[in-house]
Each structure stands twice: as C-alpha cells, then as structure tokens.
C-alpha cells in the first residue's frame, strides 16, 4: 500500500514537471531562460504571490480611500448647513473623523473662521496652524490658511507674527492689496510709521503703468501723506 502511495506521489510529481516543461517549451524561450525558471521555479512562484498580494492590497486601500473621501465631503456638507454649537461641534466631528483628508481641513478652516468671529483669537489661530502644517505651499488652501493666520495674530496682538504672514502674501494673486495693507497696518500699530511708509510707498510701486486702480491709488497717497507729517 505504501509503495502504491509512494509510486502515485512520483507520478504526479512527474506530471507537474513534464506540464512545466511543456509549457516552457512552446513558449520559445531562450535555453539558458528555460534554465533559470526550472532553478529558480519556487522562488518565481513567491514573487508573483506578493506581486498579485500588493496589487490586491493597494486596489483595496484606493478603494478605501475613496470611500473615506467621499464620505468626509458628505459629513462637511452637512456639518456646514448647520447652525450654532451645533454646527461647531459637527466641524470638530469631520475634523476628528476624516483626519488627513481635504474635508477634515476644510472643517478646520470654516473652525477657524467661526472662531474669529467670536472674537477667539487663539483658537482661530490653533485651527488655522493645524491646517498649515499639514499642507505644502502647492496647495490652493495654504494662502487662505495664511492670510487666515495673519489676520488672528494681528487681532490676538501678535505683530511680528501677523507681519511675516502678510509679507509672505504679498506676492501672491488675490491677496496683494490685502498683504500690503495689513503689513502697514501692523507696523502703525507698533508706532513704527517709517517701516508703515515704506510698505505703503512700496504698494504705490506694484501699481507703476497700470490704467486702473485709481481708487486705491489715491487711499495708498492719502496714507503716504498722513504718515509724512506725523
């Protein structure tokens, strides 16, 4: 009985082999390719398994992923439709909830805003620095977050903070003329009106041969003025 046992495992063992070789063969490879998959045959066959096992998992984590997204923006479209506490205490939910995802940095954000309103300086600035620290400068929510960040410092009283964030803007599109007042207005506050003048005269610069703008023009030469005979 064992030898019968013993003759059918060598069989099958024969089969497998013959099968392989087979389907070696009539693929056309190279001599010394035929040679290194029969060496090398179960090495080949763990390789394939944790390829297969990577491309399942990571098909799996996108899928993950964008279900958590999906999920986060409907949480965030709903936390923002509702109103007082209740609305505050739905943001920190998405915030919590969707770490790490666009929803729970827009929550911060919206966090932050409703913070300045209530005139809660440190906590605006605390939401607005999570979000910061999170994103790169490619991000289009970093010269919002920015300009968020300049604007609770200069409310909280931290000028050198709120002058290094408006400096940072200056340059960017959208929030030039934001920047630039808020640099001078900053410096006003400190009683340092030569630095104040020197960004107004420097605002007055950006405008040099452009036809419109007339308005702001004369608010930056009424400010120039003012700051001359102090």
């Given at each position: 009985?064992s030898e019968q046992s013993a003759f059918n495992q ?52 996108r899928s993950y992923r964008t279900t958590r997204f ?15 506490d209740a609305r505050v205490k739905s943001l920190q ?138």
């Open positions: 009985m060598k069989v099958v063992a024969e089969q497998a082999y013959s099968q392989t070789s087979g389907l070696l063969d009539q693929l056309n490879l190279p001599p010394g390719t035929i040679r290194f998959i029969r060496q090398n045959q179960k090495a080949i066959q763990i390789t394939a398994a944790v390829i297969i096992f990577l491309v399942i998992a990571g098909s799996l984590y999906e999920n986060g923006a409907s949480s965030l479209a709903l936390a923002l439709e509702a109103e007082g939910q998405v915030a919590a909830d969707f770490s790490g995802t666009p929803s729970a940095s827009w929550a911060r954000i919206e966090l932050g805003h409703q913070a300045m309103r209530d005139s809660l300086y440190a906590e605006a600035i605390k939401q607005y620095s999570q979000v910061q620290e999170k994103i790169s400068s490619s991000n289009p929510m970093y010269y919002l977050v920015n300009y968020g960040l300049a604007q609770a410092n200069e409310a909280a009283k931290n000028y050198e903070a709120a002058a290094s964030a408006y400096a940072s803007l200056k340059n960017i599109d959208g929030f030039k003329d934001q920047a630039y007042r808020g640099m001078a207005r900053v410096f006003e506050a400190q009683g340092q009106t030569n630095k104040a003048l020197e960004v107004y005269e420097e605002y007055l610069g950006t405008f040099l041969g452009e036809m419109q703008n007339d308005e702001n023009k004369a608010m930056i030469m009424e400010k120039i003025t003012r700051l001359r005979v102090k």
